[in-house]
Structures are given as structure tokens and as C-alpha cells.
């Protein structure tokens, strides 16, 4: 079982920027690949950014592409989302996860966290 924690959510203007955190319980983060997935209210669950184990290897959704960085610190057991040029449309709540190998769809993920809201006024 591998417990998640997102944090760094909040209230942010159009064009600002947010570092969103998601910490592992467990001491064998490096052995997960890490997703960031995204709920806009009405909507399904997303895929916004994902990246493999060791971090050499990123993919992003079209829509974050450009605005959006994914990074892992496993020294910290932390994966970071890093969020600029923010959108009204980006207000969701955001999620990490976690599974063996990178992966874009949310039904292969194996560890999810409770969620973080994300609020872009305009």
C-alpha cells in the first residue's frame, strides 16, 4: 500500500502560478512512476502530467503542455507538479497517483491521493 499526500492547492489570479507536492508513505517511491490527473467540476478525471521512475521521462496533457512541469525528488519521497500561466479552466481538484510504469489513463493507476483544489480566478 503506498499512501499519498497532495498539498499546495489554493486560490490563485489568471496568469499566476502554483507548486503543487504529492509525498509517498512508503521508502520505495523510486519504484513508482508518478501521475498528476485533474477534476473540473461536471467532468471526468484527467490526465495532466506523468513521469517515469527514475524522472528521466515526462509526458503532459495537450492542454498543460508548455505551462505545466512534472519533477520527482526521491531523496524526499515527493513528486511536484509545477504550474504557471494558470487558466480559469485549470480550476480543478488535482490528484496524484502512483503505479509500476509511467501511464496516461486514470484507470491504471494503482495508489491514489485525497485530492487538492486549484482555483484560477479571472
Known amino acids: 500500500q503506498v499512501y499519498l499526500v497532495e498539498s499546495g492547492g489554493g486560490f490563485v489570479q489568471a496568469g499566476g502560478s502554483l507548486r503543487l507536492s504529492c509525498t509517498a508513505s512508503?521508502?520505495?517511491?523510486?519504484?513508482?512512476?508518478m501521475g498528476w490527473f485533474r477534476q473540473r467540476p461536471g467532468k471526468e478525471r484527467e490526465f495532466v502530467a506523468a513521469i517515469t521512475r527514475s524522472g528521466g521521462s515526462t509526458a503532459y496533457a495537450d492542454t498543460v503542455k508548455g505551462r505545466f512541469t512534472i519533477s520527482r525528488d526521491n531523496a524526499k519521497d515527493t513528486v511536484y507538479l509545477q504550474m504557471y500561466s494558470l487558466k480559469p479552466e485549470d480550476t480543478a481538484v488535482y490528484y496524484c497517483?502512483?503505479?509500476?510504469?509511467?501511464?496516461?489513463?486514470?484507470?491504471?493507476?494503482?495508489?491514489w491521493g485525497q485530492g487538492t483544489q486549484v482555483t484560477v480566478s479571472s
Open positions: 497517483a502512483a503505479r509500476p510504469n509511467i501511464a496516461t489513463t486514470p484507470g491504471e493507476y494503482d495508489y
Open positions: 512508503r521508502r520505495t517511491f523510486d519504484s513508482y512512476a
